[in-house]
């Protein structure tokens, strides 16, 4: 069994994405009838990869980019789209034009949309050493005589979120329909990030484990399976260093406040390949009322691997600094909660006694960082987990429903 891997190599992150062939079906299972993709489909994973495609521009050539708002003065609005694509492209035109003459390059990412509540032209634009009062002054002169434009500096997180963010806004159709599809302009000379395909790595796939002085962000980390293929895929992003934490000034002390305090139970079931987890949240209301939220996933999982997903949905749904009793029959999680293992893991690189990697270390790793404001506690031995039987039922009717 062997599935693929793409990388995309920027100045400074590398996107990874591993995924198995399309054209196999998961193993263990039935052929089924071939089913084409919808039109809905197909729109959505062109989308995704118009974004993607953005995305990886930005990362590769503004990495201290800006993001430019040109919009018009009352009297100065274009009278049709078409019109104020000639007004973008002669902006365009004029700055660069501006720029060369003085030995500077003008790269940027353009494009024209119409707003949805007050249904005004405008453009927004990303930009390149804005820094330079060059740039500014020639793109100040260049628009000055449609309207006015807003500046914003784009902070870049560890794995792209906010140029993800705005690539999905660039390329959207909703607010283009007047030029039939999603229309952006991007300048020439933009460097192409470089893509490194490996057709066949033998194996599964499993947690990110990144090269010696190579990181990965667990928020980064996505996880899932195919629903046409059945077979699971991954994505993150890894960079050469952790991202700088800025240290602010010391403020006095608070007051701590009591935590809130809830029970989080975990059940797991797992037969063959399939594997089934389910929280249930337990807490009490400021009116004495006991309430319950639950959520089950399924997949081809171990059972650590099922049971953690299960632990880290339950606490992601968590928004305020909380006490959480965690009842499970996982002796692995309940050990890692007693002993502190998750603090010694991650002292050693997610690396146990042995010097080898951690089993599931990428789930450890996002329980890590979405239970940093949290207190996790495993429940004692003896303490009755109340949801057991129930849960087990719930999940035999998901069986019963996919088999």
Known sequence: MYYKVTSVLNPETVEVREYHAAQYGAPGRKRK?????????????????????????????????????????????????????????????????????????????????????????HHHVIVQNL??????????????????????PMSKDLYGKEYKDLAAYIVKKETKEEAKGARYHISRGLKKPEIIKKEKV???????????????DPASIIMGVNPYTGKKYQRYYMRTSPPEIKKEPEKPEEPKKSMKEVNLYLETIVEHKEAYGMYIVEFVTSKGETVTRTAMSSGEYSRLSIALRALISGVSILKCPTRIKVFTSNTVIKNALRNGWIRKWKESSWKNNKGQQVNCAGLWKYLDNIAKEHELISAADDEIDSYHEWALGEMEKRKEKRA
Not at 53 to 69: E, K, S, T, V, W
Not at 97 to 121: D, Q, S
Not at 205 to 210: F, G, L, T, V
């Open 33 to 121: 009838k071939k089913r084409y993709l919808t039109p809905e489909a197909v729109k959505k994973q062109n989308e995704k990869n118009r974004v993607r495609h953005i995305q990886n521009l930005m990362l590769a050539n503004f990495d201290n980019g800006h993001h430019i708002i040109l919009r018009y003065l009352d009297g100065k609005y274009p009278e049709s789209y078409e019109e104020a694509e000639k007004n973008l492209r002669a902006f365009r035109i004029a700055v660069g034009k501006a720029l060369k003459a003085k030995g500077i390059k003008f790269h940027y990412i353009a494009m024209t949309e119409r707003g949805k509540k007050m249904k005004n032209l």
């Open 131 to 152: 820094e330079d009062v060059n740039v500014v002054s020639e793109c100040v002169k260049a628009w000055e005589k449609y309207g006015t434009m807003t500046i914003h």
């Open 202 to 216: 033998f194996g599964d796939i499993k947690a990110p484990d990144p090269p010696k002085g190579w990181y990965v």
